[in-house]
């Protein structure tokens, strides 16, 4: 099937392209990138006033599938995912059984296939059941087509089982993602140790419970050889230890979600928004500010969302009942646009880089690049579109966002996986 | 129609001080009612109190039926075993199927923190929050300042120091910011594993060693080595707690003539108090209990609609 999509301004600064120009679309590679493009039969879509980028990947997405499939289902989060210009995204394996052996791998990517028009990649759990003693079969599971190993939702206590496991993911040339909390530090914390903790009465939960965790990994990663990145970094110091790496020319990375971008600890209060409960928790001002500079320096090198979907009679129990997380697929492009790119803080390249070519390069896939015979994986963007968050308004099973209520310029409308649309002008494409 | 500024007590700053100052004058008509022989009034015939304590607790509860059927109101207990809640129902309904029954306010002692709030988002009851984790425990607070404004006629300038587990106290949480808003000086005083992270917020100075601040105080209150909330022994022994914290003969000696030593109850004797000190103190101790009663009839009469001057008609 052939496209034509017409008069988009497209970026990408893999191959230095920033204009006004026509992409052709064949058998679901770029045919070809330039002025006045005709293609003698297919589509042709006029994309005047649009943003046209490499499709976006969302390293970091709880698809609960298997097994809650009442927060979230894999199709449920694939068109969550479609609907935030995402055309990639790789889920968590801290699913119900956990994804820690070959056979639930390819439960996963077999569903997906039938279900997803989205890309879905699965990383596989590091150690079996989540438990931090014993390896998963990770063999087993790269075989299946995991890419990646994370035992992410708790951090690995111990430090031989870690190290152990950085020794044996080298071996498969495949990078572990770290979820950075010890627990003898954390205990049961529900909130940032500081103001939160102090005001709302609530059990703390310490910046260094992440960060010790950080240093220890990028000494396991320095020791083994293994790739190491960082998931959810959170803090100044955090962001710190993740820069002396990368100057050491340690092959460590590292990602911040929008909701540690944008919001800290002062946004909780007396009415105990559970929405607001994640893990690890939202930190101060000082951090937002410290984060959005690591992005600026290169520090960080992808946002991911943690979209983490809760049904609602979970989330509207007490604060220190209600589970972690918020969902993040369909505001987190917005919420960089909004805060990062108009506001000139960031460029559309740097965003390019932040949310398409760094997680494929993070995970071994495949580039997409605005060039001929590059995969088509595509998202087309109105930057203009001004809308609000409504709890309403996902296609996520759960609504649990941290934003509702935020109004957002710039939105998604279409979005092309291997030149099929996912989204189209705003709506769903079954 | 409340004769609050606020519709609710869920913490205790939804009172200023004009607030407090209001609960306490009220309080203290009331507490010369419960002097009286006969210590039963008209005031909330027919209105319906519940108490939901969903976390175990005698004393507190048991002042406020007191308070609540010295009112004449019709009070309700509702403990753990009989509520819903160990049948797995959410707070969420439980307050949803208190206010189908139309109570008219609702009382509430929970282990976590912000469920009074939940309450006052799904009832149309007026809701006290009698203690919500290691959040806030406001009438406390509030019978605490009525028992220090007896002893000292006021707040300004007052040294009150708090002495304990601040880290885990809701008692803390309510008591240190309204004494800084009436104008008195506050230092918690503990090991900085029983302090939380960030104690000025709560209007405190902070503290580690007793005795070097024992001379100066005017208030010293004692806050309950809570032993069934402490995790990961925050100091080595109760033995050694007493010693560096606890008040003795010796700490008793070294007070100002005029302080006064408060609790909120109850003592573990020989860990914050020895027996003596405990003795030497109870006459105030029992005081606090008293006032209890009287401040929460004044939080059930104004919340509910008496009059603003606080007379009882």
């Not at chain 1, 479609?82 to 994804?99: C, E, H, K, Q, S």
């Not at chain 1, 109004?407 to 996912?422: I, M, N």
């Not at chain 2, 080595?225 to 080595?236: D, T």
């Not at chain 2, 027996?275 to 919340?303: C, F, H, K, P, W």
Request: hydrophobic residues 40%; proline residues 4%; negative net charge.
């Amino acid at each position: 099937m052939a496209l034509l999509l017409k008069s988009a301004r497209c970026i990408d600064p893999l191959v230095g392209l920033d204009t006004i120009c026509d992409i052709s679309v064949r058998d679901g590679r770029i045919a070809e990138v330039g002025q006045d493009l005709s293609i003698p039969k297919g589509l042709t879509i006029d994309l005047t006033g649009k943003v046209l980028v490499p499709g976006l990947v969302d390293m970091h997405v709880h698809l609960r599938d298997p097994g809650q499939e009442y927060k979230e289902d894999i199709r449920t989060g694939a068109a969550a995912a479609a609907r935030g210009g995402f055309t990639a995204i790789l889920a968590m394996p801290n699913t119900d059984p956990v994804i820690d052996c070959g056979s639930v791998v390819r439960y996963v990517l077999e569903r997906a296939a039938k279900v997803s028009r989205t890309r879905i990649y699965t990383a596989g759990a590091l150690t079996a059941g989540l438990q931090g003693h014993d390896l998963a079969e990770i063999g087993d599971m790269v075989e299946a087509g995991v890419v990646a190993f994370s035992d992410d939702g708790r951090g690995v206590q111990d430090a031989g089982v870690m190290r152990r496991a950085m020794d044996y993911v080298k071996c498969f040339d495949k990078r572990v993602l770290s979820h950075c909390q010890d627990e003898s530090l954390v205990g049961n914390g529900v909130v940032n140790e500081g103001r939160a903790s102090t005001l709302l009465g609530l059990a703390g939960w310490p910046a260094l419970g992440e960060e010790a965790q950080i240093a220890r990994d990028i000494a396991l990663s320095k020791l083994t050889g293994c790739p190491l990145h960082i998931q959810h970094l959170t803090t100044a110091e955090g962001a710190d230890l993740v820069r002396k790496a990368k100057a050491e020319g340690l092959p460590v990375s590292c990602e911040v979600t929008p909701h540690h971008l944008f919001m800290n600890e002062d946004h909780l209060d007396a009415t105990y928004n559970t929405s607001l409960k994640m893990n690890p928790p939202l930190r101060t001002k000082a951090d937002n500010k410290a984060l959005i500079e690591a992005l600026l320096d290169g520090t960080i090198d992808t946002i991911a969302t943690d979209h983490a979907p809760h049904a609602a009679h979970e989330k509207s129990l007490e604060f220190e009942l209600a589970p972690y997380g918020t969902i993040g697929l369909e505001t987190a492009l917005s919420l960089i646009l909004t805060n990062l790119v108009a506001p000139g803080i960031i460029s559309w390249n740097r965003l390019i880089e932040l949310m398409a070519h760094a997680p494929r390069r993070i995970l071994g896939l495949e580039l997409v690049s605005l060039k001929a015979h590059s995969v088509a994986d595509l998202t087309i963007i109105d930057p203009e579109m001004t809308w609000t968050v409504e709890e309403h308004d996902f296609v996520s099973r759960s609504a649990n966002s941290a934003f509702i209520g935020s109004v957002l310029k710039g939105r998604v409308t279409d979005v092309y996986v291997g030149g099929y649309a996912s989204l189209e002008n705003g709506e769903l494409v079954d | 129609m409340g004769t609050l500024a606020t519709e609710h007590l869920l913490n205790i700053e939804d009172l200023d001080v004009a607030g407090i100052n209001a609960v306490l004058d009220t309080a203290r008509s009331f507490k010369e009612v419960n002097e009286r022989a006969i210590k039963k009034l008209p005031t909330l015939r027919g209105r319906t109190i519940i108490n939901l304590f969903l976390e175990p607790s005698t004393r507190t509860r048991t002042s406020f039926e007191i308070a609540a059927k010295r009112l004449s109101a019709d009070a309700i207990n509702m403990s753990p075993s009989a509520s819903s809640t160990v049948k797995g129902e959410s707070l969420v309904d439980t307050a949803k199927t208190l206010d189908a029954m139309d109570c008219d306010l609702l009382v509430i002692r929970h282990r976590y923190a912000g469920a009074p709030y939940i309450m006052s988002q799904n009832m149309r009851a007026h809701i006290i929050n009698a203690g919500d984790g290691k959040h806030q425990h406001p009438t406390q607070a509030l019978l605490d300042l009525f028992t220090i404004r007896e002893r000292f006629g006021g707040f300004s300038g007052l040294k009150v120091g708090i002495v304990g587990d601040i880290a885990h106290s809701r008692v803390f949480g309510s008591l240190a910011p309204a004494l800084r808003l009436l104008g008195a000086d506050v230092t918690a005083i503990a090991p900085a594993t029983l302090l939380p992270a960030c104690p000025e917020l709560l209007g405190a100075n902070h503290c580690h060693k007793l005795d070097e601040i024992l001379g100066e105080l005017d208030v010293v209150y004692l806050l309950r080595i809570q032993k069934e909330r402490i995790e990961q022994s925050p100091f080595p022994s109760l033995r050694e707690y007493a010693r560096l914290y606890g008040i003795d003969r010796g700490r008793l000696e070294r007070m100002k003539r005029d302080a006064i030593l408060m609790h909120p109850g109850p003592v573990n004797r020989g860990v914050e108090l020895t027996s003596e000190a405990a003795d030497t103190a109870a006459n105030l101790l029992l005081y606090q209990v008293n006032a209890g009663v009287a401040i929460r009839m004044a939080l059930m009469y104004l919340l509910l609609g008496g009059d603003r001057d606080g007379s009882l008609a």
